[in-house]
């Protein structure tokens, strides 16, 4: 009964965090797998990320090349500096970027790993920390962000703050929302509660990811070049808990899978909900937060 019910919740599911593109490391399946294990399972969306390169390209083909008006499938750019770094010409190239109108990126992200934040955590080099991306604690943003801001506020696009100090987060939610930014994602799996509540009462909306809460937490692996680095795990005690705090309205779940050692996207998600209807997530909050919500912040089928 309880496989069923984790079947069913997949269906009309949006997972706007998977990694089927190309990488360094290994990828468990590629885009055009995703999207037909997605489809299979009655999914509605599907959202490619890519540390590398924008990945709204990949998905203008996949969506070509099969043709699944029922399945939503989108790209975007993470400014990596493999990717074009914190670039304001990077962000136009990205949202113009696929077969014509509405076919470009639908998500700007700053750097999942070339932040400050994630360099200290790995230990890297003081050159290499300083060369990384950081949000001063004080004053205006730096340039170009405040072009880039308003590039995503026209495009009516989603602002993702990556991987960022918790004070960071909260600071570019205020930053993005006064210069008319009205779709933010912020990846909160790591943050305490103070900030959860200060980014979701910016209007912005939190995201928990399986990856944190997977075996894969515990390996050491490859993201942006040859170093290895583990990256800290969350419990799913810890993840429920802030979905009973700080409710289902303003919460997004997603895999974050594609990574060689973990499920599948599809599988991953399934096991992701599971485990947050085991650790006392009601099944209503569950849907919310893997159906509605994504769907709304990424216009799902518009």
């Known amino acids: ?12 599911a949006v997972d706007c965090h998977v990694h089927a593109c190309p990488h360094i490391n290994a990828r468990s399946l590629d885009v055009i797998e995703a999207m037909r294990e997605a489809r299979a399972a009655g999914m509605a969306g599907l959202g490619l990320m890519d540390n590398f390169a924008n990945s709204a390209g990949y998905a203008a083909l996949a969506r070509r090349i099969l043709g699944a ?34 076919t470009g990126a639908r998500f700007i992200s700053l750097p999942t790993h070339h932040t400050r934040h994630v360099a200290r955590a790995e230990g890297r080099s003081p050159l290499y920390v300083e060369a990384c991306f950081e949000v ?20 009516d696009v989603v602002f993702n703050t990556g991987h960022v100090a918790a004070h960071e987060a909260v600071r570019l939610v205020e930053f993005a929302r006064a210069r008319g ?36 937490a515990d390996v050491p692996l490859t993201h942006v070049d040859a170093e290895a ?8 005690a810890r993840m429920a808990a802030i979905i009973r705090r700080h409710g289902a309205a303003s919460v997004i779940v997603s895999s974050d ?10 599988e991953g998600l399934r096991l992701f909900l599971r485990l947050l209807g085991a650790a006392g997530v009601a099944r209503d909050d569950l849907a919310r937060m893997v159906r509605d919500n994504p769907a709304r912040l990424f216009r799902v089928g518009a």
């Open 69 to 102: 008006p029922d399945l939503d499938i989108w790209g975007g750019l993470i400014m990596e500096p493999p990717a074009g770094g914190v670039s304001a010409e990077a962000v136009a190239i990205a949202l113009a970027y696929g077969y014509g109108p509405g």
């Open 1 to 12: 009964m309880a496989a069923a019910s984790d079947k069913d919740l997949t269906v009309g």
């Open 181 to 216: 930014v009205g779709r933010i994602l912020v990846p909160a799996s790591h943050y305490d509660d103070a900030a959860i509540a200060a980014v979701i009462s910016g209007g912005a909306v939190a995201e928990l990811s399986y990856f944190f809460a997977s075996p894969a």
């Open 136 to 155: 001063p604690e004080t004053g205006p943003l730096p340039d170009p962000l405040p072009q880039i801001l308003d590039r995503i506020a026209a495009a």
């Open 257 to 266: 899978c594609g990574v060689g050692i973990l499920p599948r996207p599809v």
């Open 229 to 236: 680095h583990v990256i800290a795990g969350v419990s799913i």
